[in-house]
């Protein structure tokens, strides 16, 4: 089957990012299906151009990057106009794609969704659309999105999608959930869930090379790897740093990159942190030793309600990692770390809170490895990517196999 994949912000190893459409589709490839994936010429992390070098894609994967308007950062409505352009390039790209199967849409951002629907449209094959977030209900929630006409407009794209496609993949199971509160029935949705490759990290590496290159050696290293954004809360993060200012032994890290960084990095120098260090991004193969490097790592979002039904990718590459997590963000993340006994849950939004779990598994290293074993067993049994990848291939050949039987 030649599936073809609309995803703007697909990264491969070499570029910082979320993965995990590059390993889902490497181990497809292995069943003989092959892909072609219609992305953009900007990282959506760093907000400059994307780059594939390095990058060697295996036979049946072809990556087409096409022409993005480089203004994911500059602002919301700036950042609409990026999804917008995007959404016509890869339109047309799509279309122009020959002797395609099925095409499969990822959202957000919903508007590249969309274009997955017009081309499984115009070349009357099966769509299949993958809900990574629960958009608009985020932007909402989150106070980005105000405008009641545009509001009434997305929420009726996004009906206008689910009623449309032919299968609905989730990543988390509180977004089952939600599709069958909107009436979407059970068997049209799939559970792919977050995960990771717990192979491609190390629990005994110590990252010692990076921990130099930080300022952190001999110290108790709070990493968070992710985006910084007006989603992730990192104000809070450096509120609880500042808290700790006056201990020596713990250094906060953050890997990511993301239009708030310059904010960010301006207020971490107006408090005078020394304790903090923005790491900038580095690509998906690096991050096995930017988490061996660490000793705890920080997953924060802030605290709103949509927030409670994520599954973040950060916190699966953590506990690969065999390292605590320290988790502020309230929900079923919270639940899968407390039954993996795999790290500490703050309440969202409460720097106090989350100084004091930092500061006690600083000084806690039997009940770090203890944590961190737990956490790496748990993802290896319960949220490994090669099981993840089984349920991506069956869903996609459910959903051709159903349009072929006229289903």
């Given at each position: 089957?030649?599936?073809?994949?609309?995803?703007q912000?697909?990264?491969?190893?070499?570029?910082?990012?979320?993965?995990?459409?590059?390993?889902?589709?490497?181990r497809?490839?292995k069943k003989?299906?092959?892909?072609?994936?219609?992305?953009?010429?900007?990282?959506?992390?760093?907000?400059?151009?994307?780059?594939?070098?390095?990058?060697?894609?295996?036979?049946?994967?072809?990556?087409?990057?096409?022409?993005?308007?480089?203004?994911?950062?500059?602002?919301?409505?700036?950042?609409?106009?990026?999804?917008?352009?995007?959404?016509?390039?890869?339109?047309?790209?799509?279309?122009?794609?020959?002797?395609?199967?099925?095409?499969?849409g990822?959202?957000?951002?919903?508007?590249?969704?969309?274009?997955a629907?017009?081309?499984?449209?115009?070349?009357?094959v099966?769509?299949?659309?993958?809900?990574?977030?629960?958009?608009?209900?985020?932007?909402?929630?989150?106070?980005?999105?105000?405008?009641?006409?545009?509001?009434?407009?997305?929420?009726?794209l996004?009906?206008?999608?689910?009623?449309?496609?032919?299968?609905?993949?989730?990543?988390?199971?509180?977004?089952?959930?939600?599709?069958?509160?909107?009436g979407?029935?059970?068997?049209?949705?799939?559970?792919?869930?977050?995960?990771?490759?717990?192979?491609?990290?190390?629990?005994?590496?110590?990252?010692?090379?990076?921990?130099?290159?930080?300022?952190?050696?001999?110290?108790?290293?709070?990493?968070?790897?992710g985006?910084?954004?007006?989603?992730?809360?990192?104000?809070?993060?450096l509120?609880?740093?500042?808290?700790?200012?006056?201990?020596?032994?713990?250094?906060?890290?953050?890997?990511?990159?993301?239009?708030?960084?310059?904010?960010?990095?301006?207020?971490?120098?107006?408090?005078?942190?020394?304790?903090?260090?923005?790491?900038?991004?580095l690509?998906?193969?690096?991050?096995?030793?930017?988490?061996?490097?660490?000793?705890?790592?920080?997953?924060?979002?802030?605290d709103?309600?949509?927030?409670?039904?994520?599954?973040?990718?950060?916190?699966?590459?953590?506990?690969?990692?065999?390292?605590?997590?320290?988790?502020?963000i309230?929900?079923?993340?919270?639940?899968?770390?407390?039954?993996?006994?795999?790290?500490?849950?703050?309440?969202?939004?409460k720097?106090?809170a989350l100084?004091?779990?930092?500061r006690?598994?600083?000084?806690?290293?039997?009940?770090?490895?203890r944590?961190?074993?737990?956490?790496?067993?748990f993802v290896?049994?319960?949220?490994?990517?090669?099981?993840?990848?089984?349920?991506?291939?069956?869903?996609?050949?459910?959903?051709?196999?159903?349009?072929?039987?006229?289903?």
């Open positions: 089957m030649h599936v073809l994949l609309i995803h912000a697909f990264a491969g190893p070499n570029e910082p990012g979320g993965t995990r459409h590059w390993e889902l589709a490497s497809a490839l003989g299906h092959r892909f072609t994936v219609i992305a953009s010429d900007t990282s959506y992390l760093t907000g400059k151009a994307a780059s594939d070098e390095g990058d060697a894609w295996p036979a049946g994967l072809r990556v087409v990057r096409v022409r993005t308007l480089r203004t994911l950062h500059r602002s919301f409505v700036w950042r609409v106009v990026a999804f917008l352009g995007f959404m016509v390039s890869s339109t047309v790209q799509a279309i122009s794609t020959p002797n395609v199967d099925l095409v499969f990822t959202s957000p951002p919903i508007f590249q969704a969309f274009s629907w017009v081309a499984s449209a115009v070349k009357r099966p769509f299949v659309l993958e809900i990574r977030d629960l958009w608009p209900e985020f932007a909402v929630d989150m106070g980005v999105l105000r405008n009641p006409a545009l509001i009434r407009l997305a929420r009726w996004e009906s206008f999608l689910y009623a449309r496609a032919d299968l609905l993949v989730v990543n988390s199971p509180a977004y089952r959930e939600y599709l069958l509160r909107r979407i029935p059970g068997e049209k949705v799939r559970f792919v869930p977050n995960g990771v490759d717990a192979s491609m990290f190390d629990p005994a590496e110590r990252g010692e090379s990076l921990r130099a290159a930080w300022g952190a050696d001999g110290k108790t290293v709070a990493l968070y790897a985006a910084l954004g007006p989603a992730n809360d990192i104000p809070t993060l509120a609880a740093a500042e808290i700790l200012q006056g201990e020596p032994g713990v250094a906060f890290v953050l890997v990511g990159d993301g239009k708030d960084r310059a904010r960010l990095e301006e207020a971490a120098g107006a408090k005078g942190l020394t304790n903090v260090h923005f790491a900038g991004s690509p998906k193969r690096r991050m096995a030793e930017a988490l061996a490097a660490c000793d705890i790592g920080v997953a924060i979002l802030r709103i309600p949509m927030f409670r039904t994520t599954y973040p990718n950060k916190v699966f590459d953590y506990m690969a990692a065999g390292r605590p997590t320290v988790l502020a309230d929900g079923v993340i919270r639940e899968v770390i407390e039954e993996a006994g795999g790290g500490l849950f703050v309440p969202p939004g720097p106090e100084a004091e779990a930092v006690s598994l600083a000084r806690a290293p039997e009940t770090r490895r944590m961190g074993t737990a956490a790496r067993r290896e049994e319960r949220f490994n990517r090669d099981d993840q990848a089984e349920l991506f291939v069956r869903a996609l050949e459910e959903a051709r196999a159903g349009v072929a039987a006229g289903g």
